[in-house]
């Protein structure tokens, strides 16, 4: 059974050592595509880069991660744009509002993001959505844009039900991660996660982020990649009580017509 990895951050430095060993651990694992997740200038063009070299195999998402926001500039905007054409590039993210760290001051945010909502407007591509700790913000901003996007998926949802319920209302898809999985804070997720609709569930790891805690045994490095994706998708089968396959089946399919991505 195949499955789409939405939200992998490949770029990352952690697997410069072992790039192509991740990959076919993957694929051994029934991973038949990924996106790799652009989250800052340098990064975006990084993910492109990849996803050149692995056709069909890896696809990009462009965009500046609100950590980021700081260093958003008008040659980022135009990079973006010009990324944003490519055929391999099939959504405008990670974008979005964190004032949980507050890494970057939250008007700049809010700023970068209505810029990135605009390329996605431009570009009629979907977003890929970054949340946390700033819902209201978030979705005012959004709901502006949202008639005239063709997507949106909130990325690594761990957010509330009043908060899915809004993301619902506008149409948008939902990705879940290993966050499902973790006895600590993850646990209402398994109740949610039952109220997605099956044609706007997809899945993703977010490696090398968000080991899933229930994976055994726990790899040592504790370095998460893209081979545990079918470990989160029998975990969410489990809570919405089908089998793995059904779950795999459905979020393929929804993740493939998101991205337009071509059947294998």
Request: proline share 5%.
């Amino acid at each position: 059974m195949a499955l789409v990895d939405i939200g992998a951050n490949l770029t990352h430095e952690s697997f410069r050592h072992d790039f192509d060993a991740v990959l076919q651990r993957a694929q051994d694992h029934g991973v038949a595509q990924l996106m790799v997740t652009g989250a800052s200038k340098d990064g975006s063009t990084h993910a492109l880069a990849l996803a050149q070299a692995h056709p069909g195999l890896l696809y990009a998402t462009a965009g500046v991660h609100p950590h980021h926001a700081v260093e958003y500039d008008d040659a980022t905007d135009a990079l973006l744009r010009e990324l944003a054409t490519h055929p391999e590039v099939r959504a405008v993210g990670e974008t979005g509002l964190d004032y949980n760290r507050n890494y970057s001051p939250r008007d700049v945010q809010l700023a970068v993001f209505e810029k990135q909502l605009q390329t996605a407007v431009d570009a009629q591509k979907p977003l890929f959505l970054h949340q946390r700790d700033a819902h209201h913000d978030f979705v005012a901003l959004l709901r502006r844009y949202r008639d005239k996007i063709p997507g949106a998926v909130v990325h690594c949802f761990t957010d509330t039900g009043e908060a899915l319920r809004d993301y619902l209302d506008l149409d948008c898809h939902i990705g879940i991660t290993g966050w499902i999985c973790d006895e600590r804070r993850g646990t209402h997720l398994r109740e949610l996660v039952k109220d997605i609709p099956v044609n706007r569930l997809m899945i993703e790891t977010d490696a090398p982020y968000l080991l899933p805690r229930t994976v055994r045994p726990q790899p040592s490095h504790r370095r998460n990649e893209p081979m545990f994706l079918r470990h989160i998708c029998e975990e969410i089968a489990r809570d919405r009580g089908e089998t793995w396959e059904e779950t795999a089946e459905h979020t393929t399919a929804t993740a493939r017509a998101f991205f337009g991505l071509p059947a294998l």
